[in-house]
């Protein structure tokens, strides 16, 4: 595809329950970065992977929070037995992870997770 | 850390000129700017890298002051499609592809 593309763009769930959040970034960036941004807040970093290298998980807030990449493709965000302050937009964004002149992170529309 | 940006909000009308903050307890290698509007995903503005020049596009700009570790962002002239939150974003590190970590932003609101 042309762009970042996130799934699904909403989701409601209930306290305690599982989710997982899917990304597909652009074809060829080897970067893949996952954020959540609380209702009018910043954007906080979760998690990033580059390429076959281990991933940053020093922005998860919990270990209930995981995140998968297959190879340099799909990653999926899974957020174990949710709780309300897990609410937000999780947003995710690839890079070519090549040349930090052009290391411009593209995002997606983002996933609207509301825990009941 | 987290960068700091300044202000928190600025309120313009058309063609008023606005300059945003972003600075960092720690060395940088690069500064990023992006630009989120209500209900959207962010968008990249530019990024300034240690070593380089001001950048800039349109009436956009932005500077990279390495030894006081800011960056600034310059709105000229500004217009209403201009209003939105600006994140800074910044890399300590020069390897490509590193993690961002973005301020808490700057929501500028330019009215006719």
């Known amino acids: 595809g042309a762009g970042v593309s996130q799934s699904p763009s909403n989701k409601v769930t209930e306290k305690g329950k599982d989710v997982e959040l899917r990304c597909d970034p652009i074809?060829?960036?080897?970067?893949l970065y996952w954020y959540r941004q609380r209702l009018g807040q910043g954007l906080e970093f979760l998690i990033y992977?580059?390429?076959?290298?281990?991933?940053?998980k020093s922005g998860l807030p919990s270990d209930r929070f995981s995140a998968e990449r297959t190879g340099e493709s799909v990653s999926t965000l899974t957020i174990q037995r949710t709780q309300q302050e897990d609410s937000a937009v999780y947003l995710c964004?690839?890079?070519?992870?090549?040349?930090?002149?052009?290391?411009?992170?593209?995002f997606g529309p983002g996933t609207r997770l509301t825990v009941l | 850390q987290q960068p700091v940006q300044s202000p928190q909000a600025v309120i313009l009308r058309e063609g008023e000129d606005a300059v945003i903050n972003c600075s960092s307890s720690?060395?940088?290698?690069?500064v990023h700017w992006y630009r989120q509007k209500h209900g959207e995903a962010p968008v990249f503005l530019m990024i300034?890298?240690?070593?380089?020049e001001q950048k800039g596009h349109d009436k956009i700009s932005a500077s990279f002051n390495e030894k006081k570790q800011q960056s600034s962002l310059y709105l000229t002239a500004s217009q209403l499609s201009y209003s939105g939150t600006y994140f800074c974003?910044?890399?300590?590190?020069?390897?490509?592809?590193?993690?961002?970590?973005f301020g808490k932003g700057t929501t500028l609101s330019v009215s006719s």
């Open positions: 300034l890298l240690k070593g380089g």
């Open positions: 992977f580059q390429g076959n290298s281990a991933p940053d």
């Open positions: 074809s060829g960036h080897t970067a």
């Open positions: 720690k060395a940088l290698y690069s």
């Open positions: 974003g910044t890399e300590t590190s020069n390897q490509a592809g590193t993690a961002l970590i």
């Open positions: 964004a690839s890079s070519t992870g090549k040349n930090p002149e052009y290391n411009e992170q593209f």
